[in-house]
C-alpha cells in the first residue's frame, strides 16, 4: 500500500483478537484499527491486491472489508480503485470506537 502523499509503503500489522478470526474479520479489524490510530493517513488509496499481499491473504476478504469500513464511513469506496481513507472528525472517530 502506498501513501500518496508521502509515496511511501504503509506497513500493516495483523491485528489477531483473542478468538479465532476469519480472512475477513482480520483484514477489516486491522485496517480499522491502523485508521483510527493514524497508521494509514487520510487520503490514502487502499488497493486490494497491495492490502491482501500484505496480510497473506486473499482479495475477497480485502474487498468485503473494504465494504464493511466503507458503511462505516471510514473510508470511500469505489468498485474500480478500491478504498481511500477518509478524514474523521474526532466525534466520528469516538462513534466509530
Avoid: C, F, W
Avoid at 31 to 36: D, Y
Avoid at 44 to 58: D, I, Y
Amino acid at each position: 500500500m502506498v501513501d500518496e502523499t508521502t509515496h511511501q509503503p504503509l506497513q500493516l500489522k495483523p491485528v489477531v483478537g483473542r478468538r479465532r478470526q476469519t480472512a475477513h474479520e482480520l483484514v477489516r479489524e486491522t485496517l480499522r484499527h491502523a485508521i483510527l490510530n493514524g497508521e494509514v493517513p487520510p487520503g490514502t488509496r487502499l488497493v486490494q491486491a497491495e492490502v491482501a499481499e500484505q496480510l497473506n491473504v486473499s482479495t475477497t476478504p480485502v474487498r468485503e472489508a473494504l465494504r464493511d469500513l466503507a458503511s462505516e464511513g471510514l473510508i470511500d469506496l469505489d468498485a474500480h480503485r478500491g478504498g481511500t481513507v477518509l478524514q474523521l472528525t474526532v466525534e466520528e472517530m469516538e462513534e466509530v470506537y
